[in-house]
């Protein structure tokens, strides 16, 4: 935030009285939810809808906020310093129509660094309110470590520190099984819930605590799998962020803004909407008996058509989302490969798919957004496998014939990632001959420039073409598969890259 505002810093006592009690009112409930991770997303994500719930009188409760790493720290002080306000930014698209909101947000009633403030922080495992753990501390945070636990010392990993944490709530209450906690980790990994469990017990057997306590965590606490989904942008930019200091008159370091979509899906009971209660408040939160069918229509249709438009935008030169959702032949192509391709590939009610897609291509389209294609391109080869290729093969195997748009996405793949080793790292080019960097697996990269080596589309053959496509295709170190065994693949890619190949002469 530019100095150059010269405006107060937003606290509680900046706010009028009104406002203060409102604010005070939640800030004030006893503390439900422990979460660890004070980052964008949980702020714009889990925060906004306990707010909100709380705002309407359903949650009577408050957040303990801590971070999970020793870099969170400037961000918890900032937190603190604003006495737990910030403000939230919604704005984007909702049903076609521009949507913009403003709220502050008060649901933090303390602020604990566990690596300055350990026993504060394992004090909070003694509240008998408490009932919720909530995290988000990237895929990279929620695996197991082994690590000694010296009594005292902070433990440095997230699943270590909850163990010690979940082990001082079960001496504090004797085991009492009512005292168990849920937890939501909202890491994007498959199966969260099993995989923070499982990292709680092995830890649990490292610090040497007792088979008790480990048949406390198995039966008495809930690892609830769970999927989250919203687009959290963050901070605006410096210039927004000085005009919005000058309409409001206080600077807010902790300006957050997201896209109006959002969804959770918790796989676990409904009736703990009760202790919960974000569907009471309207909010797009489901309680479901098997999380796979949400998991499988995210990654095949919002991943998947992220996947399959990126290398044919990035081939025509395009830059971000928006900007290829906008082109005429682009938009309608994405549209159709989603509709007529890719929901008629997957085991769910077609019209919940359909309208799910136009939910997506909405938020494709959010004017506030500008997702850079070359960013969803990174690691485009281990993401085509899992968004993209099971679409391809499973359509396949139901229709009998191969899907015309899935192909013309993987025909621009291949074209795309012909790497040559430089200085520089692997680089392809567009159609038009600009250069562009490969950001992949350094082992996949290596292996596709092997099998492009000295192939040149202004000289070729049919035959050449059809025999490096034959190469690449087989590789099982790339796919995992031989896909030339797939009969009549290789002939529909061969035709779609000889087609995008005359574009770029």
């Not at 006592?13 to 991770?37: A, T």
């Not at 159709?336 to 919940?352: F, K, R, S, T, Y």
């Amino acid at each position: 935030m530019s100095a150059s505002t010269k405006r107060p810093r937003l606290k509680l006592n900046l706010l009028g009285s009104d406002g203060q009690r409102k604010c005070k009112e939640i800030m004030e409930r006893p503390v439900k939810v422990l979460q660890i991770g004070e980052g964008n997303f949980l702020r714009g994500f889990a925060d906004w809808m306990l707010h909100e719930s709380a705002r309407q009188g359903k949650f009577h409760g408050s957040v303990a906020v801590t971070q999970p790493r020793p870099g969170g720290k400037a961000k918890l002080e900032q937190i603190r310093d604003q006495d737990g306000l910030y403000t939230m930014i919604t704005r984007g698209l909702s049903q076609g129509k521009p949507v913009e909101r403003t709220e502050l947000i008060s649901i933090f009633s303390q602020c604990i660094n566990p690596y300055e403030e350990w026993d504060a922080f394992l004090n909070l495992a003694e509240l008998p309110s408490l009932e919720f753990v909530i995290s988000n501390t990237t895929e990279s945070g929620l695996k197991y470590t082994y690590a000694d636990y010296i009594e005292g010392e902070p433990v440095q990993s997230f699943p270590g520190k909850l163990t010690v944490f979940l082990h001082q709530r079960y001496l504090k209450f004797d085991g009492d099984p009512s005292r168990g906690l849920i937890h939501l980790p909202c890491e994007l990994l498959e199966g969260n819930g099993d995989v923070l469990r499982s990292c709680v017990l092995r830890h649990s057997e490292d610090y040497g605590y007792s088979e008790g306590f480990r048949s406390w965590i198995e039966n008495h606490n809930h690892f609830l799998n769970n999927l989250v989904d919203r687009i959290v942008t963050g901070a605006p930019t410096q210039e927004e962020a000085d005009s919005l200091t000058n309409r409001w008159g206080y600077e807010d370091q902790l300006i957050n803004t997201a896209e109006p979509y959002h969804f959770w899906a918790i796989q676990g009971d409904e009736s703990l909407d009760k202790k919960l209660p974000l569907k009471q408040a309207g909010l797009n939160v489901h309680w479901v008996k098997d999380l796979k069918p949400f998991q499988v229509r995210k990654v095949r249709i919002l991943n998947g058509s992220h996947t399959l438009m990126s290398s044919l935008g990035i081939l025509q030169g395009k830059q971000h989302v928006r900007e290829t959702m906008e082109d005429p032949y682009f938009g309608s192509w994405i549209r159709e490969a989603v509709h007529q391709e890719i929901v008629p590939a997957l085991d769910m009610p077609d019209h919940q798919l359909d309208q799910y897609a136009e939910e997506v291509f909405e938020r494709f389209l959010n004017p506030y957004i500008d997702h850079k294609l070359q960013d969803i391109a990174l690691n485009t080869i281990g993401k085509f496998k899992v968004r993209v290729l099971p679409t391809l093969l499973s359509y396949e195997q139901n229709q009998g014939n191969w899907p015309e748009r899935l192909i013309q996405g993987f025909a621009g793949l291949l074209c795309l990632y012909r790497p040559v080793n430089t200085p520089e790292g692997y680089k392809a080019q567009r159609l038009n001959g600009e250069d562009i960097l490969l950001r992949d697996d350094p082992d996949v990269l290596a292996a596709l420039a092997a099998h492009w080596d000295g192939y040149d589309t202004l000289n070729r053959n049919q035959n050449q073409l059809d025999d490096r496509v034959a190469a690449v295709l087989s590789d099982t170190l790339i796919w995992g598969e031989n896909l030339d065994a797939r009969e009549g693949l290789r002939a529909a890619l061969v035709r779609e890259i000889g087609l995008l190949e005359g574009e770029g002469k």
